[in-house]
């Protein structure tokens, strides 16, 4: 790449050099012969150029394997957290957002790729509630893979050992696979990272500690065998292999076929009128600012902001004290300055079907998640009233309008989000991991 730099540089020398073999004098090259020279060197210089460019692109990426035409940033080059962003003013859009489907297949890291064998390991582990201290919890009992809950638990906070409930809603295990900040508050960078967390929280499967775990599985007999299976080179039941078989199932619990993935792929009938009118909402009102990409996240794998966000950004509205917005400060609950959250932006993939909503599970309907979004995220009011649906200012001095903002949005447009996000729902993932090897293997 160096070479690249020192071309333009080397420019001018070139050129003093070209300006002096004009005017030859006795003794010097023959004009011809020099810019013979001159030619065979840049010819030279461009066949490099080309070599490297193209081996440049060859070569693998580290970090992560990524699927074919799909921008994915390694999380292992991670920028460190950056502030939190303020809200966006509303309406700043002018350039068109480009919409984009789920890719098939989620990104898996180079040290630990998805085989069946990992897979089927981890979703034993997932499942298995002899992982927690008195044997009655498991992943799956706070994220049901079956049945309605769409990897959470339909609770307003999750229940873990001992009936005991914690202070935040637990959110949907599916697509979690393409989040580049994990849990509400984003403190896990992978899934790797994230899974031995809740192994060892008191208040979920509350063992002592990850050596605890450990033995655990080791007195499972079967599991030795699977172990070697799985890490054919490093067979040891370790926390680190735990970590790594768990997140490689949570790889395959991804919903890429939906409506909305469908009429992004060109077939123009998947969306309902409603849904279009919703789905060009949520670009217009400024949705898109925050839950944009294919994973509708600033937090995911195809981003690289940092994910993270005031809540409720504009302080003045009835939902604040009405949802206890504010008692639990996410990212910032350690600065006793703060006076607002700042969270995670989450996926809204299978949103509709993962009620109640943000991270206190405060609020029951997507209908009114979505009210306070507007308000709280994007300053907009809910009203009928065609004439509050426009704030206008005339500016006398100038001939013209100061401010001409779309302010409020009514409740029929509430409705046509709400149609949108709904076909953000997929086909639940077939626990398959066979499957899953025909398809990607
Ligand atoms: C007692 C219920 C409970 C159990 C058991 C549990 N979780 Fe969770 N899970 C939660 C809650 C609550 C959160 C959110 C916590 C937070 O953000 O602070 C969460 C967050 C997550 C996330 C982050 C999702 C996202 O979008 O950020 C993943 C992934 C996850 N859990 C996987 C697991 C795995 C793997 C296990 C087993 C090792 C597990 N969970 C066990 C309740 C549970
Ligand atoms: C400035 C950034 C921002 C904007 C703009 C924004 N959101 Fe959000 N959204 C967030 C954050 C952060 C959260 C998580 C809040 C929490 O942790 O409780 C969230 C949560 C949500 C949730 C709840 C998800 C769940 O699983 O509980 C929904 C639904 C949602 N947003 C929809 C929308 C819609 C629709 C719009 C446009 C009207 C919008 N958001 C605009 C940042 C934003």
Redesign the pocket.
């Given at each position: 790449m160096s070479l690249l730099f020192t071309l333009p540089l080397s420019l001018p020398l070139v050129r003093r050099f070209c300006c002096r073999v004009k005017q030859p004098l006795p003794g010097q090259l023959n004009p011809a012969l020099t810019w013979m020279l001159v030619g065979i060197a840049a010819v030279v210089i461009v066949v490099k150029l080309i070599t490297l460019l193209w081996l440049d692109a060859l070569l693998p990426k580290p970090g992560l394997i990524t699927p074919p035409a799909t921008k994915i940033a390694s999380p292992y080059l991670l920028p460190h957290p950056k502030p939190p962003?303020r809200?966006?003013a509303a309406s700043t859009t002018t350039e068109r957002y480009r919409w984009q489907a789920l890719p098939k297949i989620a990104p898996e890291p180079l040290d630990n790729r998805n085989t069946v064998a990992k897979i089927n390991l981890g979703r034993q582990l997932f499942f298995d509630k002899r992982l927690s201290i008195d044997g009655t919890v498991a992943c799956g009992s706070c994220h049901q893979l079956t049945g309605s809950a769409y990897g959470a638990d339909r609770q307003t906070v999750s229940t873990g050992i001992d009936e005991q409930r914690g202070s935040r809603?637990a959110?949907?295990v599916l697509n979690a696979a393409f989040q580049r900040r994990l849990f509400?508050?984003g403190r896990a960078e992978s899934l790797e990272q994230q899974a031995l967390g809740p192994l060892t929280n008191p208040l979920e499967m509350g063992m002592p500690s990850l050596e605890a775990v450990v033995n655990r599985v080791r007195d499972t007999p079967e599991y030795a065998a699977q172990f070697r299976t799985a890490f054919p080179q490093q067979p040891q039941i370790s926390s680190d292999n735990i970590a790594k078989a768990i997140a490689s199932y949570e790889r395959t619990l991804i919903t890429p076929n939906t409506a909305y993935d469908r009429f992004v792929g060109g077939e123009e009938s998947a969306l309902t009128p409603q849904q279009l009118r919703g789905m060009a909402?949520?670009e217009s009102?400024?949705?898109v600012?925050?839950?944009s990409g294919p994973n509708f996240s600033s937090a995911s794998l195809f981003d690289n902001d940092n994910g993270?966000?005031?809540?409720p950004?504009n302080p003045d509205t009835e939902y604040q004290s009405k949802y206890r917005?504010i008692e639990d400060r996410?990212a910032v609950a350690d600065d006793e300055d703060a006076k607002v959250?700042v969270?995670?932006?989450?996926s809204?993939r299978n949103?509709s079907k993962?009620a109640?909503?943000?991270?206190?599970g405060s609020?029951d309907t997507?209908d009114e998640?979505?009210r306070v979004?507007?308000s709280t995220?994007?300053k907009?009011s809910i009203s009928n009233d065609p004439a509050s649906q426009q704030s206008i200012h005339w500016s006398k001095a100038q001939l013209r309008f100061a401010n001409l903002n779309n302010v409020a949005i009514s409740d029929s447009q509430v409705r046509d989000?709400v149609a949108f996000?709904e076909s953000l729902t997929g086909p639940l993932p077939e626990q398959n991991p066979l499957g899953f090897s025909a398809q990607s293997r």
């Open positions: 962003s809200a966006p809603n959110p949907t509400w508050d909402l949520f009102i400024g949705c600012l925050c839950h993270l966000r005031l809540f950004a917005l996410g959250g969270w995670r932006v989450p809204l949103v993962t109640p909503y943000f991270h206190n609020v997507l998640a979505v979004m507007a995220q994007l907009r989000i996000l």
